[in-house]
């Protein structure tokens, strides 16, 4: 199935949906997520234009939601943002992004990548992906870990408590029809699905009450 066809509509429940339908979800999600630590911001200036000078808790205010926009912004540019799919990408920078964005979070990030490894574009991007609808999945928070089980192979799992992931997550990922139209809340498997079938990876997405496991096999390198 391709993304771009254009007879195939959101109101079907469709993982591929047409690219401008795509990225007025993307656009949705990246405003809802941003919209509070920048409001934030906001709310510590105001504070300061109506009392005067700034005191520690307008700036640890200020200081803390706009480091929360930075970091969103981080993990958005790495998941949607543009870029070769073939292009070498560092694991120590997306452990950076990853840490950055979940620092605060109930779900914690656990590391099972050696450092000094890289992957490329595409699997970097995927990985942000999958991490994004891990941590969805974990209301209550949890445990997400990022680890390579086999060669040119990257996988997100996730654990906790009330663990709860869209029965129609798994046929998106795959590209077959949901049982309802995807919303901004889904973008990050219905993107994902759309690189990777761009770039020639291969996806699978499993849960059960108690776990999730995203996999990724990325295509072997040219030459």
């Known amino acids: 199935m391709n993304i771009a066809d254009p007879t195939l509509s959101p109101d079907a429940g469709l993982a ?16 809802h997520d941003l919209i509070s630590p920048v409001g934030a911001v906001c709310n510590g200036v105001e504070l300061i234009e109506e009392f005067g000078a700034a005191g520690d808790q307008e700036m640890a205010l200020i200081g803390d939601s ?6 969103q912004l981080q993990l958005f540019r790495t998941a949607f943002g543009a870029g070769a799919h073939e292009a ?3 694991l120590d920078q997306l452990r950076k992004v990853l840490d950055g964005r979940f620092a605060a979070e109930r779900a914690g990030i656990a590391w ?8 490329t574009r595409l ?3 995927l990985c942000a992906l999958g991490t994004l609808g891990a941590a969805a999945a974990l209301p ?6 990022l680890s390579e089980p086999a060669p040119h192979t990257l996988q997100v799992a996730a654990s906790g408590p009330m ?25 990050h498997w219905l993107a994902a699905r759309a690189f990777a079938q761009e770039g020639g990876a291969a996806l699978a997405l499993t849960s059960d009450e108690a776990a999730l496991t995203f ?9």
Not at 112 to 119: A, F, N, Q, S, V
Not at 140 to 145: A, F, Q
């Open 66 to 71: 706009a480091r929360s926009a930075a970091a």
């Open 163 to 187: 663990l709860r992931i869209d029965p129609d997550a798994p046929l998106w990922t795959a590209g077959k029809p949901g049982g309802r139209a995807p919303e901004p809340r889904d973008v």
């Open 88 to 90: 070498e990408y560092s």
């Open 16 to 31: 591929p949906i047409g690219p401008a339908w795509l990225a007025s979800l993307v656009s949705s999600r990246i405003c």
């Open 112 to 119: 099972r990548l050696e450092p000094g490894r890289t992957t």
């Open 123 to 125: 699997g970097a991007r």
């Open 215 to 223: 996999t990724i096999a990325l295509p072997e390198p040219k030459g």
């Open 140 to 145: 209550r928070g949890g445990d997400i870990t």
